[in-house]
């Protein structure tokens, strides 16, 4: 049995030693974390699954921990090899958190964050149910967060810019269903994160 106020505590400790390494995305993870919690709430996720989801969420970006400062924090936009660097930090994460048996679930989570419902995203190219649920709920709470923050890469977008753009990849990057959730849920899942 998960002690998950134990991980909660210690969770906290590793997304703070993210946010030293990645300073444009302090915040990110929590806020991705948390979203992906009170979303999970909405789809009837069970108390034990709502923890695991809101751990998984909390450490989806890990696996940044073993990408190269100069990737990490560049300024304009990534080349191509650097491109695949970055793409390996949902491996990095499972390697990370599959050492552990209370995290295995979680690492799962974390290897498939960045799957998109088309088949077409990374690193094992699942689509529709083959891509784990609570991965499913993180990509699209990742998506909200890096669109609705500043990055050293790309200004922020407006709420209903970003409300559009979770719209119209419903079916595409997104499992439709959960899509249709957060839009339905907006205003009080994704808005009060953005004031």
Known sequence: MINFEMYHDIIEAL????????????????RVGNMAYDLGKK????????????????????GKIGVSDNVLNKK?????????????????????????KSLKEISHIVLHHHERWDGS??????????????SRIIAICDSIDAMRSNRP???????????????QN???????????????????IV???YL
Do not use: F, R
């Not at 789809?43 to 969420?57: E, K, R, V």
């Not at 439709?176 to 339905?184: G, N, R, T």
């Open 15 to 30: 997304t703070a030693a993210l946010d030293a390494k990645d300073v444009y995305t302090a915040g990110h993870s929590t």
């Open 43 to 62: 789809l009837s996720l069970d108390n034990s699954n709502l923890q695991i989801l809101h751990i998984a969420g909390h450490l989806h970006d890990i």
């Open 76 to 100: 304009g936009k990534l080349d191509l090899n650097e491109w695949e660097q970055m793409k390996m930090h949902p491996e990095i994460g499972y390697n990370i958190l599959k050492k552990t």
């Open 121 to 134: 995203g990374y690193p094992s190219k699942l689509s529709k149910e083959q891509i784990p649920l609570g």
């Open 153 to 167: 890469y790309k200004q922020l977008i407006s709420n209903i810019e970003c409300y559009n753009e979770i719209l």
């Open 170 to 188: 419903s079916g595409i990057m997104y499992d439709p269903k959960i899509a249709d959730c957060i839009i339905e849920n907006w205003n009080t």
């Open 191 to 193: 808005v009060p994160y």
